[in-house]
Structure formats: C-alpha cells, structure tokens
C-alpha cells in the first residue's frame, strides 16, 4: 500500500514540478499586444494548466505526501526542513495563479514578470528537497523550536525513522 501511495506522490509532484516550471515560460509568451484570438488562445491554455493539471497534482501531491508521513511516522528534522520548502512551493504556486488571473481579466493592460527568478527559485527549491528526501541527512535538533519537539505532554518515541 505504501509502494502505491509513493507511487502517486511521486508522478503527482513530478506534475506539480513540472507546471512550476512550465507555467512562468507560458505566462512570459502573453503579450499585451496580442489580437483577441491570440490571446484567447493562450489565455485558455495557461488557465486549463493551472486549474485543470498543476492545481490538482499539487493538492494530491501534498495530500499523499502528509499521509505517507503519518504512515511512515516520518518526524525527523530533515522532514521539517523538506516540508518548510514545500511551503515555498505552495506560495510560488500561489503566485503562479494570481499572475494566471491577472493576465486573464486585463487584456492588454497587464505585465508578465520575467520567468527567471521564479525558475531559479523553484528549481532550487526542488533540488534542496530531492537531496533531503534521497539524503535524509543528520540535521541536528537545535534547529529546531523546543516546543516542536515535545508534542503536548507525551514522549516523542525513541526508534530510528524507517528508512
């Protein structure tokens, strides 16, 4: 069960990554000068990418992602550090859709940002995961809040995580 819910994490994120990427470069080729059918064409597809692919491949990535942590019982510091850089995802993606309306209800009246600081920022931002998640690196608790380590009165548990 664990192997199928990793599988689907896995191609769900690879779609989510994927339209991280893919999104910005659509956005850069709409041009406030653009005729109407120009733009009604690109404007379709940017938003069925967004709404209709990106949108749900992130919300089942990260809905499959929590489970297999809780499933795994994957509380170790490096899973903290990973998910706190699937937050940075989850606001790229977040600005992704509002630059996706904006381009959407102004035509002609609009700028699209250069897609190369979002490119860098999210390329690296997955990267820094892959390593975390294949690594699985020693990162020491003192990075770590006190009041995260010690959930509401009980004992966090001693075992090694599953590898």
Known sequence: MIAVLKFFHIAALSIWCAGLVGL????ARHHPADDQHR??????VTHVTYVGVVTPAAVIAI????ALVF???????????KLALVGLLVLAHAWLGHITLQVGERQGDYSTPHPAPLL?????TMLVILILVLG???VGDEILPAWLMSPRGHLLPVDEVPR
Do not use: I, N, Q
């Open 24 to 27: 910005p470069l659509l956005l």
């Open 39 to 44: 733009y009604s064409r690109r404007r379709l």
């Open 63 to 66: 809905a499959l992602g929590t």
């Open 71 to 81: 499933l795994r019982d994957v509380f170790a510091p490096w899973m903290f550090v």
């Open 120 to 124: 860098v920022v999210s390329a690296l």
């Open 136 to 138: 699985k690196p020693l």
